[in-house]
């Protein structure tokens, strides 16, 4: 077995402690008092501990049973431990790097019970006349609204982080902006954010922020603004001031691009045929193989090889609109035509097949009978929220923009 971090503490006989589920954090804590105790000892008459408590780390390689057989536990009793968690947890999910809390006793050193850790809940096994058993106590916790606000003065990543933001939260508003706000460029000093989002606070100290509720941004001095709403399809978005959704019909590109090596042009030198010719498409330059998404839901018209295109994938979109993704290596073999494709699907891999000089994404946007530039099309909301759904959301954009904009925190912002 590998060698895996182990920390003991003594219990007293007098406060059976590990009956309850203790927050593994406490444990630096309580391991400080005991050995106070201890430098104490020939003063004071010490109980005599019959209990101890070894938090474990799973190293590589172990597994519940293996790390049983460490405390006594002989093959068939560290396999029923395992089924009385089953209910609980996958087997699978109990590996390298779980911690676990095996409570023995203190003079042999053999298991009298075991608590397994989820995140909002310990697993407890003891051991009962009837063999092992385990039992889910929650850990208690409260959910928060927290607004984190600040002015950027260096970067929004910096800035934020610094003010409290996750770095993932932080991505998380980069997505919700991403037709607004271009978060690398469009940001300047003295710009602000602020964010209104769920934290779950455990008792144990442990704190996890939730979802995004609502937030406002100024980029370039101007605001914009988010709001979550569940429609009533039950689908979670984010909405504007006015109750228009933030997704868009379309993705802004299909595809993590390097560059735009052609644009869309009506005159443009052919560089294989030599000619002036219309280009009426965007080529996005990519690795060959980058994964290529549908820029929105649809159904497949055409798949396979067409002429100077290669392999071409082509979606209607409704509304009159359709799109054209070519010089594709490889289209998932899955792919027909008739098949509904939703926003963000894979349809095909960067490639140069047909007329290629290297490998690029050839993407055209179709409306009507017209292929246009896609780069200068304004693209229309997804959803715009109506009737009494609009005043259901009404409400709640109010609440958040109170929050949002807690007239306190401007005046602690601005002293003057
Ligand atoms: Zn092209």
């Known amino acids: ?133 385990a039992e889910r106590r929650e850990i208690p916790s409260a959910r928060v609204t927290r607004v984190v606000r600040g002015v950027v003065s260096r970067s929004l990543y910096r800035d934020g982080t610094a003010a409290g933001l996750t770095a993932a939260q932080i991505l998380e508003l980069a997505d919700i902006f991403q037709y607004e706000v271009d978060f690398f460029s469009d940001f300047r000093r003295g710009d602000t954010f602020s964010v209104a989002f769920e934290e779950i606070r455990y008792v144990d100290g442990r ?32 909405f504007d001031n006015d109750g228009r959704s933030l997704r868009r019909a379309f993705l802004r590109a299909p595809l993590n691009y390097r560059r735009i090596s052609s644009h869309y042009s009506v005159r443009r030198m052919h560089p294989i045929l030599r000619t002036v010719r219309p280009h009426l498409a965007i080529d996005y330059a990519a690795a060959a193989g980058t994964p290529v998404v549908c820029v929105g839901r649809g159904t497949v018209k055409f798949t396979g090889w067409h002429e100077g295109y290669g392999n071409l994938v082509e979606v209607a979109h409704g509304n009159g609109y359709s799109t054209r993704y070519g010089h594709l290596s490889r289209i998932p073999p899955g792919l027909r035509r008739g098949d509904r494709v939703a926003q963000g699907d894979v349809i095909g891999y960067v490639g140069q097949t047909g007329h290629a000089t290297g490998p690029h994404l050839h993407f055209e946007m179709i409306q009507g009978q017209r292929k246009i530039n896609f780069l200068a099309l304004r693209i229309p909301s997804q959803q715009q929220l109506a009737g009494e759904e609009l005043g259901r959301f009404t409400e709640l954009r109010d609440r958040h923009l109170f929050l949002l904009s807690d007239a306190e925190f401007r005046v602690a912002q601005n002293p003057s």
């Not at 779980?98 to 042999?108: G, S």
């Open 207 to 238: 704190r996890e922020p939730a979802k995004i509720q609502a937030a406002e941004v100024t980029a370039g001095g101007v605001p914009v603004h988010a709001f979550r709403h569940t429609t009533e399809e039950g689908e979670d978005g984010y």
């Open 1 to 133: 077995m590998e060698s895996h971090p182990v920390r003991e503490q003594a219990i007293p006989r007098t406060r059976p402690r590990w009956r309850r589920a203790l927050p593994l954090c406490l444990v630096v804590g309580v391991v400080a008092a005991v050995q106070l105790g201890e430098r104490a000892q020939n003063r004071i008459r010490v109980v005599q501990p019959t209990a101890r408590v070894i938090d474990v780390t799973l190293g590589t390689g172990e597994t519940l049973g293996s790390v049983l057989s460490g405390f006594g536990l002989d093959a068939s009793a560290a396999r029923a431990v395992g089924e009385s968690l089953r209910p609980f947890v996958k087997p699978q999910e109990i590996r390298s790097g779980k911690r676990l809390r095996v409570i023995v006793d203190a003079k042999e050193g053999i298991m009298q019970g075991l608590e397994y850790p989820l995140r909002e809940a310990v697993l407890s096994v003891t051991s009962t006349p009837e063999g092992w058993s």
